[in-house]
Structure formats: structure tokens, C-alpha cells
């Protein structure tokens, strides 16, 4: 068992190592965002508004966490770069940036990302994101602020992105929720 625990503790300090830090953070978000939506579509089959496991919706689910997960990546060792050290007034300050610029970008990514995979045209994309974009952005701000505060003040950046993905993993079940949730349009009257 220890020597289990040596080689765990070894593959760890490597996968967080400069070297494969992007790819470790890739995987990770990869993962959480495809279990996110599983945990959705299982509560969705037992709420019996989803006949079975949509595997191709977990894979999409999936590949927008990966853009989403470079982005995060490359976004936190932006913001240490640009906004070194731990004060109160650097973490409320990267508290804020991170909501007002990171926050929707993430959403808009999440957005083109689905939009390409399901063939979406331009205009169905846009309606989409007019329709529920706001609910995203409204939950992230009830989640984010408080998790960041933490993450920015305790966690060293290589750890950002994993601490991130584990807090949205809530998230992402209601991400998956908003964005398979099919909206109906009536006609436009004459």
C-alpha cells in the first residue's frame, strides 16, 4: 500500500510539473466536464425526461471542457503573470477580472464549441446564447466569486485549474442542464 502511495505521489508531481501541467489540466477538465453531464443525463433518466444515456452529448460535453480547460490553463498563468501576489487587493482584483472578462468568454467558448460539434448554423447559435446565456453568467456569479477568493489566495496556479474543475463540477451539471434544455420559439406573428 505504501509503495502504492509513493508511485501515486511520484505520477502527481509529475503531472503537475511545467512539462505536462497543459495536458493535465486538459485531461482533467476533459473528465469533469464529460462526468458533469453524465451525472445530469442519470438525474434526467430518473426523472424519466430522458429515455437513455446520450453518448454523443457526453462527448460533446467533453470536448467543450477541453477548450474550455486550455483556456483556464492558459487564463490563470495570465492573471499571476499580470497580477502577482496574494494581497486582498490583488485577489478581489483578479476576483473581478476573472467574472467581468474570463467568466464570459468561458460561456462564449462552451457556446462556438457545441455550435461546431452539433453543426449548428450561426443563426440557431446565436439564439441559443440569447436565450441562455444570462442564466449561465447569473449562476456563475453566485458560484465563482467565493471559490476564487480561495483559489486565488491560497492555491499556487499549478493547482488552479484542478481546484476549478472540481468546483464546477457542480456547474457543469447545470451547464448541461441549460445548454441540452430545448427552448421552443412560437411563430412570429404577421
Known amino acids: 500500500m505504501i509503495r502504492v502511495l509513493r508511485q501515486l505521489q511520484v505520477l502527481a508531481r509529475k503531472a503537475f510539473s511545467k512539462k505536462y501541467l497543459l495536458l493535465t489540466n486538459v485531461g482533467i477538465s476533459i473528465s469533469l466536464s464529460g462526468v458533469g453531464d453524465i451525472i445530469e443525463q442519470h438525474y434526467e433518466i430518473y426523472t424519466n425526461s430522458l429515455e437513455c444515456w446520450d453518448r454523443i452529448r457526453t462527448r460533446q460535453m467533453s470536448i467543450s471542457g477541453m477548450t474550455v480547460g486550455i483556456f483556464c490553463h492558459n487564463w490563470y498563468n495570465f492573471m499571476d503573470r499580470r497580477f502577482p501576489g496574494r494581497t486582498l487587493g490583488i485577489v478581489l482584483k483578479k476576483v473581478l477580472i476573472d467574472q467581468t472578462v474570463a467568466s464570459p468568454i468561458v460561456i462564449f467558448l462552451f457556446f462556438a464549441t457545441l455550435s ?75
Open 116 to 190: 461546431v460539434l452539433r453543426k449548428a448554423s450561426l443563426d440557431e447559435t446565436i439564439q441559443e446564447m440569447k436565450d441562455k446565456f444570462i442564466r449561465l453568467y447569473t449562476a456563475e456569479w453566485v458560484v465563482w466569486p467565493p471559490a476564487q477568493l480561495f483559489n486565488f489566495y491560497l492555491l499556487p496556479t499549478k493547482y488552479r485549474v484542478l481546484y476549478d474543475n472540481t468546483i464546477s463540477l457542480g456547474y457543469d451539471v447545470y451547464t448541461s442542464y441549460v445548454i441540452n434544455e430545448k427552448i421552443e420559439h412560437g411563430e412570429a406573428c404577421s
